[in-house]
């Protein structure tokens, strides 16, 4: 099912339980569960992530793009197959969420500029759940 622009505007889905629970009300499916899991476990690691690598130091956001080639290298993928072992469903939100932090990191800027505000964290440029979403289900379509 295509979903409208128009379905798309609600009242203030803003927040992570808001967007899941929307979603939950548009796409009917038996994987439906475990794709809200997959966008939790994926805005987890984000958080977990920016809290370890977030300071001005453009080497730990290199490092941190190391670390995010190397939880890609380590998904197993057999050339001409199919992606959908256990190894890639497992790993698909990590994944995910090293590219959004990586993204997410490159405009510290912005917070680090912030420094004598008292609402500093709001200037972190973090990706939108529905974004997280999109990639999420982009991969578990095409699959």
Known sequence: DVVKESEFIQPNPSTIEGVLKWVKSKISGNDIDELVKMVNDCDDVIDDLIKKYLTPDPNKVR????????VVKAVKQARGK??????????????????????????????????????????????????????????????
């Open 82 to 143: 199919k992606l959908a072992n256990g190894d890639f469903w497992e790993q698909l939100p990590v994944i995910v969420a090293h590219v959004f932090t990586v993204w997410t990191l490159q405009r510290g800027e912005f917070f680090f500029n912030a420094s004598d505000s008292a609402n500093r964290e709001d200037y972190i440029v973090r990706p939108h759940i529905g974004q997280i979403l999109a990639v999420i289900r982009m991969f578990v379509q095409a699959i």
């Open 63 to 70: 490092n941190l793009v190391e670390k995010t080639k190397g």
